[in-house]
């Protein structure tokens, strides 16, 4: 789990809202996970070099939700995502899911839209989200 940690950290360190989170804290945010074997890791000549988190919930709706995709900057642009998607949607596929999906932010600075595509997915809907900053009495 901290390797997990370590490597969603360090790859999406270059997202503009990116925000660090210890180990500990990034632990007690996930929370209690039921479906352990939805979660990769990819590994490129005996390194680490990538990791896929699945989440429930779409379960409701048949789908299997990628909640965050995370690769190395080293290792970007060499398949190490796309080989982690194809193995979530094939283990989606094996529990009987019918679809599969993820959100994006639009400033990722990766621009992940191509890979996304080469997978199979597509663009079913856009969301604006807003957002303000607003200081806690006391602090």
Known sequence: MREFHRIHDAAFGDTPDHE???YER???RIGDVTAWDEWFVAEVDGVLAGALQSSDQALDQQEGWVKSLSVLPAYRRRGVGAALLRRAFA???DKGRQFAGLGVGR???TAPVSLYRSVGLRETGWTDM???VVPAAGV
């Open 130 to 132: 807003y957002e303000r």
């Open 91 to 93: 283990r989606y596929a």
């Open 107 to 109: 400033t990722n600075p």
């Open 20 to 22: 660090p989170l210890s």
């Open 26 to 28: 990034w632990r007690a």
